[in-house]
């Protein structure tokens, strides 16, 4: 089983980089990249943001490592059911902006991805902009 814990704080110190410029470069939060290096929170990254760290210039031994801790998510029996329901949750709200599309029910739509970001993703720094409504 990989330590997700020791595997992130590897790839950012591999690289020379605090914690706010690995979020940068990997186009996450920076709350997230210390969620995923705190042994007391059960966050870790998702498998996009692991293919984006193999992208990085890193030993062979690391980028082995974030390999199989792709295929370990991937192949872990909550992953399809997280992605079904985010999926699920995603559609509902879609439908509900092309049914109901007011401003008000614009505004839940966009509170309720924020909170379904955090769930599956790690905690955003600040809620997603809101579009405004035509």
Known sequence: MVDYVS????VRKELGLTQEALARRLDVSASAVGF????TKSKRPLPDNLRRMR??????????????????????????????????????AVDTILDRGTDEV????????????GKFGGPPDQPAPVAKHK
Request: net charge positive; with cysteine; hydrophobic share 35%.
């Open 55 to 92: 992208a990085e210039p890193l030993s062979a031994p690391l980028l082995a490592e974030i390999d199989v801790a792709i295929k370990q998510y991937e192949h872990h029996p909550h992953s399809k059911r997280y992605s079904e329901e985010l999926r699920r949750e995603l559609h509902i």
């Open 106 to 117: 614009v505004k839940h739509v966009a509170r309720e991805l924020t909170r379904l970001a």
């Open 7 to 10: 595997l992130c704080r590897r």
């Open 36 to 39: 995923w290096e705190s042994s």
